[in-house]
């Protein structure tokens, strides 16, 4: 039996231990839910889901901790890992603080930041690529910003200086001329150690701007946390699937933007192993093609458009397939309340964003497990608008079958049988209402075309237009000759939910597989990524599951606890880290901008020493983040050395490697109450 988490009920049970401090509580908080779970020693053994209160975000998250703090030794909680929209939200919500923005571009290409031109002061002066000041910073300049900022303060402000990341030194003496004036000041070369300075620029704004929002936030949950004399450790998840402490999200709130998609993952991953149910799709009764992307040309890219790509990050569980015969080609699809999330293996590995994830229209530089949403979730609204059906992308209340007062796919799937529900009668009577709606309209629709000999087909079919039995017919007469209106509609409405998330899947393959796929060893120039099985989680995964894999042609799995997967993936998600390390002996510096290491260098430095000290200092950083040695898998990414000439002789070198911390779990979920026990 699987650990029943809906509604708020939980199912605890005790495992005699010694006080050992090794309970992992993991809390997601999406669009519509909130999930929660405590899981020791790798077993699940408590969940909680809770309705999110949008009016109070910390509320939501704190009844659901409290939840899941009943009957539980507050002693042995080892770490409390969250994954929160806090950040989120407040973008696209444009609930933003307003931001001082000082550039410094120097000389060559001219970058326009229009939608950020009311923020921004740019200063004269200038670093070369190499990180050679060309040209200092003139105090005037800035006793003139402090001057104009005095009578408009903004709340927040943000530096980013061209090439900072080699020489961060005009950086650091803007925030010292401007400290104590601001609660925090957002250095561009501390976000990343990637060159590209309009994501910088864009990067260091959302940081400054949700700062605010976000230390509230914190500072609520660490008063909360007291109060409960709860001394775990807490950490954020970030975009790329792991987690970072308090004090680090703090100062770089941006990097948890998009952590939802993140958690997701990590939950698909930590079930691989658990009990799946495994629905093969049946003989296809239409034409559709399902996956199959053979046959399908490729499509030209847009004039100016950014062409997309993604590089594989590994992850030692990433590399278990749910396949039983290995790795492979596989989609993961995480159905929300809200939204539909997507994901992408290739040989077993996730595909990750090369650059940075985009938000709101904005690229930065946050490294992510690459993912693309659909406005498509279990209680979506659903209507017709002028005769044709639309779900989403709008979620407007609980289904019917909850309580709720708008239709949703829920409903469907409760009429169906597939689910459960509190009222089926209601979703019942409101799928028979916009049946009897599309019926009516119909109707209206043959009378006015009758005097022109013509008939009508109501779009709001849209499952059965290739169908015999549809062609030429109105939606009227078809739920007349069958007299199950309300069953063909909740079918159909299951049906273009599935067609949805297909073509969703279609077009973003066809995107991902126009550009070379980057992995961390190796460029796969002729590499496509072609699906040959589908893992599916979230509330109505269970149920949704058959409807899918026809749809797709493909096999679907659903892995037990696939309602919490999202929780019990923040739980176990472990801390990451990456590094860029830059030495260039002419100049004799090394410096490494993520860990603020800017030193000296010998004129004999090589490559070979460079990524030994790269692997080191990533590794530190995992045991600062509280990873036992074991739990710390450290790799060089990219490594390159350049030798600069000077007439016949070599003279220097510039030698750049690129290390991280994987991605992954801190413990392998066993089979217990919640993960597939018999």
């Not at 943000?158 to 650091?172: G, M």
């Not at 954020?236 to 680090?248: F, P, Q, R, W, Y």
């Not at 940075?356 to 659903?382: M, N, Q, W």
């Amino acid at each position: 039996m699987g650990l029943n988490a809906m509604d708020g009920r939980t199912r605890l049970e005790h495992y005699p231990d010694a006080k050992k401090k090794n309970l992992l509580i993991g809390i997601d908080m999406g669009g519509t839910n909130i999930d929660g779970v405590v899981i020791d020693d790798g077993v699940l053994i408590k969940s909680v889901k809770r309705k999110v209160d949008r009016s109070d975000f910390f509320r939501s998250i704190w009844g659901c901790l409290q939840a899941l703090l009943q009957g539980v030794e507050r002693e042995r909680i080892g770490r409390i890992n969250l994954s929160t929209t806090i950040s989120t939200n407040a973008i696209v919500e444009k609930q933003l603080s307003g931001v001082g923005l000082i550039l410094q571009t120097g000389p060559g290409l001219k970058w326009e930041f229009d939608e950020l031109e009311d923020f921004i002061t740019y200063l004269s002066g200038s670093v070369d690529h190499r990180g050679s000041v060309v040209q200092g910073l003139d105090q005037e300049e800035l006793a003139e910003i402090r001057a104009r900022y005095a009578e408009q303060p903004p709340e927040a402000l943000a530096v980013v200086t061209k090439f900072s990341t080699r020489n961060p030194e005009p950086e650091l003496q803007i925030r010292d001329f401007f400290a104590g004036e601001f609660e925090d000041i957002t250095l561009g070369h501390s976000l990343s150690g990637k060159l590209n300075f309009p994501r910088r620029v864009q990067t260091a704004y959302l940081n400054a701007a949700v700062g605010r929002t976000f230390r509230s936030f914190v500072s609520d949950l660490q008063q909360a946390l007291e109060r409960e004399r709860i001394a775990a450790s807490v950490y954020i998840l970030k975009a790329d699937g792991g987690t970072v402490d308090l004090a680090g999200a703090s100062a770089r709130p941006v990097e948890s933007i998009l952590s939802g998609p993140a958690a997701s993952f990590m939950g698909m991953m930590a079930l691989q192993k658990s009990d799946v149910r495994r629905v093969e799709p049946e003989a296809r009764l239409d034409s559709g093609p399902g996956l199959e992307l053979k046959s399908e040309p490729e499509p030209e890219p847009e004039p100016n458009a950014a062409q997309p790509s993604a590089y594989l990050a590994g992850t030692a569980a990433a590399a278990q397939s749910a396949e039983p015969e290995g790795k492979g080609d596989m989609v993961l699809i995480d159905i929300g309340g809200t939204t539909t999330d997507l994901f992408f293996l290739v040989d077993g590995v996730p595909v990750f964003e090369p650059q940075g994830i985009e938000i709101d229209g904005r690229k930065t530089l946050v490294r992510a497990i690459f993912s693309t949403s659909i406005g498509l979730g279990g209680d979506s609204h659903v209507r017709s608008e002028g005769g044709i059906l639309q779900i989403g992308p709008r979620r407007l209340d609980n289904a019917v079958a909850y309580g709720g007062k708008y239709l949703t796919p829920t409903d469907a799937l409760v009429y169906l049988g597939a689910l459960s529900g509190d009222y089926p009668e209601l979703s019942k009577a409101a799928l028979e209402e916009l049946a009897v709606y599309c019926e009516n309209m119909s109707e209206n629709e043959s009378k006015a075309v009758a005097s022109n000999g013509q008939t009508t087909r109501s779009e709001c079919n849209p499952g059965h237009e290739n169908s015999e039995e549809a062609q030429g017919d109105t939606l009227a007469e078809v739920v007349r000759r069958n007299g199950q209106a309300a069953e063909r509609l909740a079918r159909e409405i299951i049906d273009l939910m599935c067609r949805t998330i297909a073509e969703k899947i279609r077009a973003t393959l066809t995107r991902l597989n126009a550009s070379p796929v980057y992995t961390i060893k190796e460029l796969l120039t002729d590499r496509k990524i072609r699906p040959q099985a589908v893992m599916l989680i979230g509330g109505p995964a269970q149920a949704l599951a058959p409807f899918l894999a026809q749809v797709l042609g493909l096999p679907v799995t659903v892995p037990q606890s696939a309602e919490i997967a999202n929780a019990i993936g923040a739980a176990l998600a472990r801390p990451t880290q990456e590094i860029n390390l830059l030495a260039d002996t002419e100049r004799g510096r090394l410096s490494i901008p993520e860990l603020a290491i800017y030193e000296p260098v010998g004129k004999n430095y090589n490559l070979a020493q460079a990524k030994r000290r790269a692997l080191t200092e990533v590794k530190g950083t995992g045991q600062s983040l509280g990873l036992a040695e074991e739990q710390i898998e450290a790799e060089v990414v990219e490594a390159s050395s350049f030798n600069m000439i000077s007439g016949w002789y070599q003279v220097d070198r510039n030698i750049r490697v690129k290390a991280q911390i994987k991605p992954g779990l801190l413990t392998e979920l066993y089979p217990g109450p919640g993960c597939g026990a018999d």
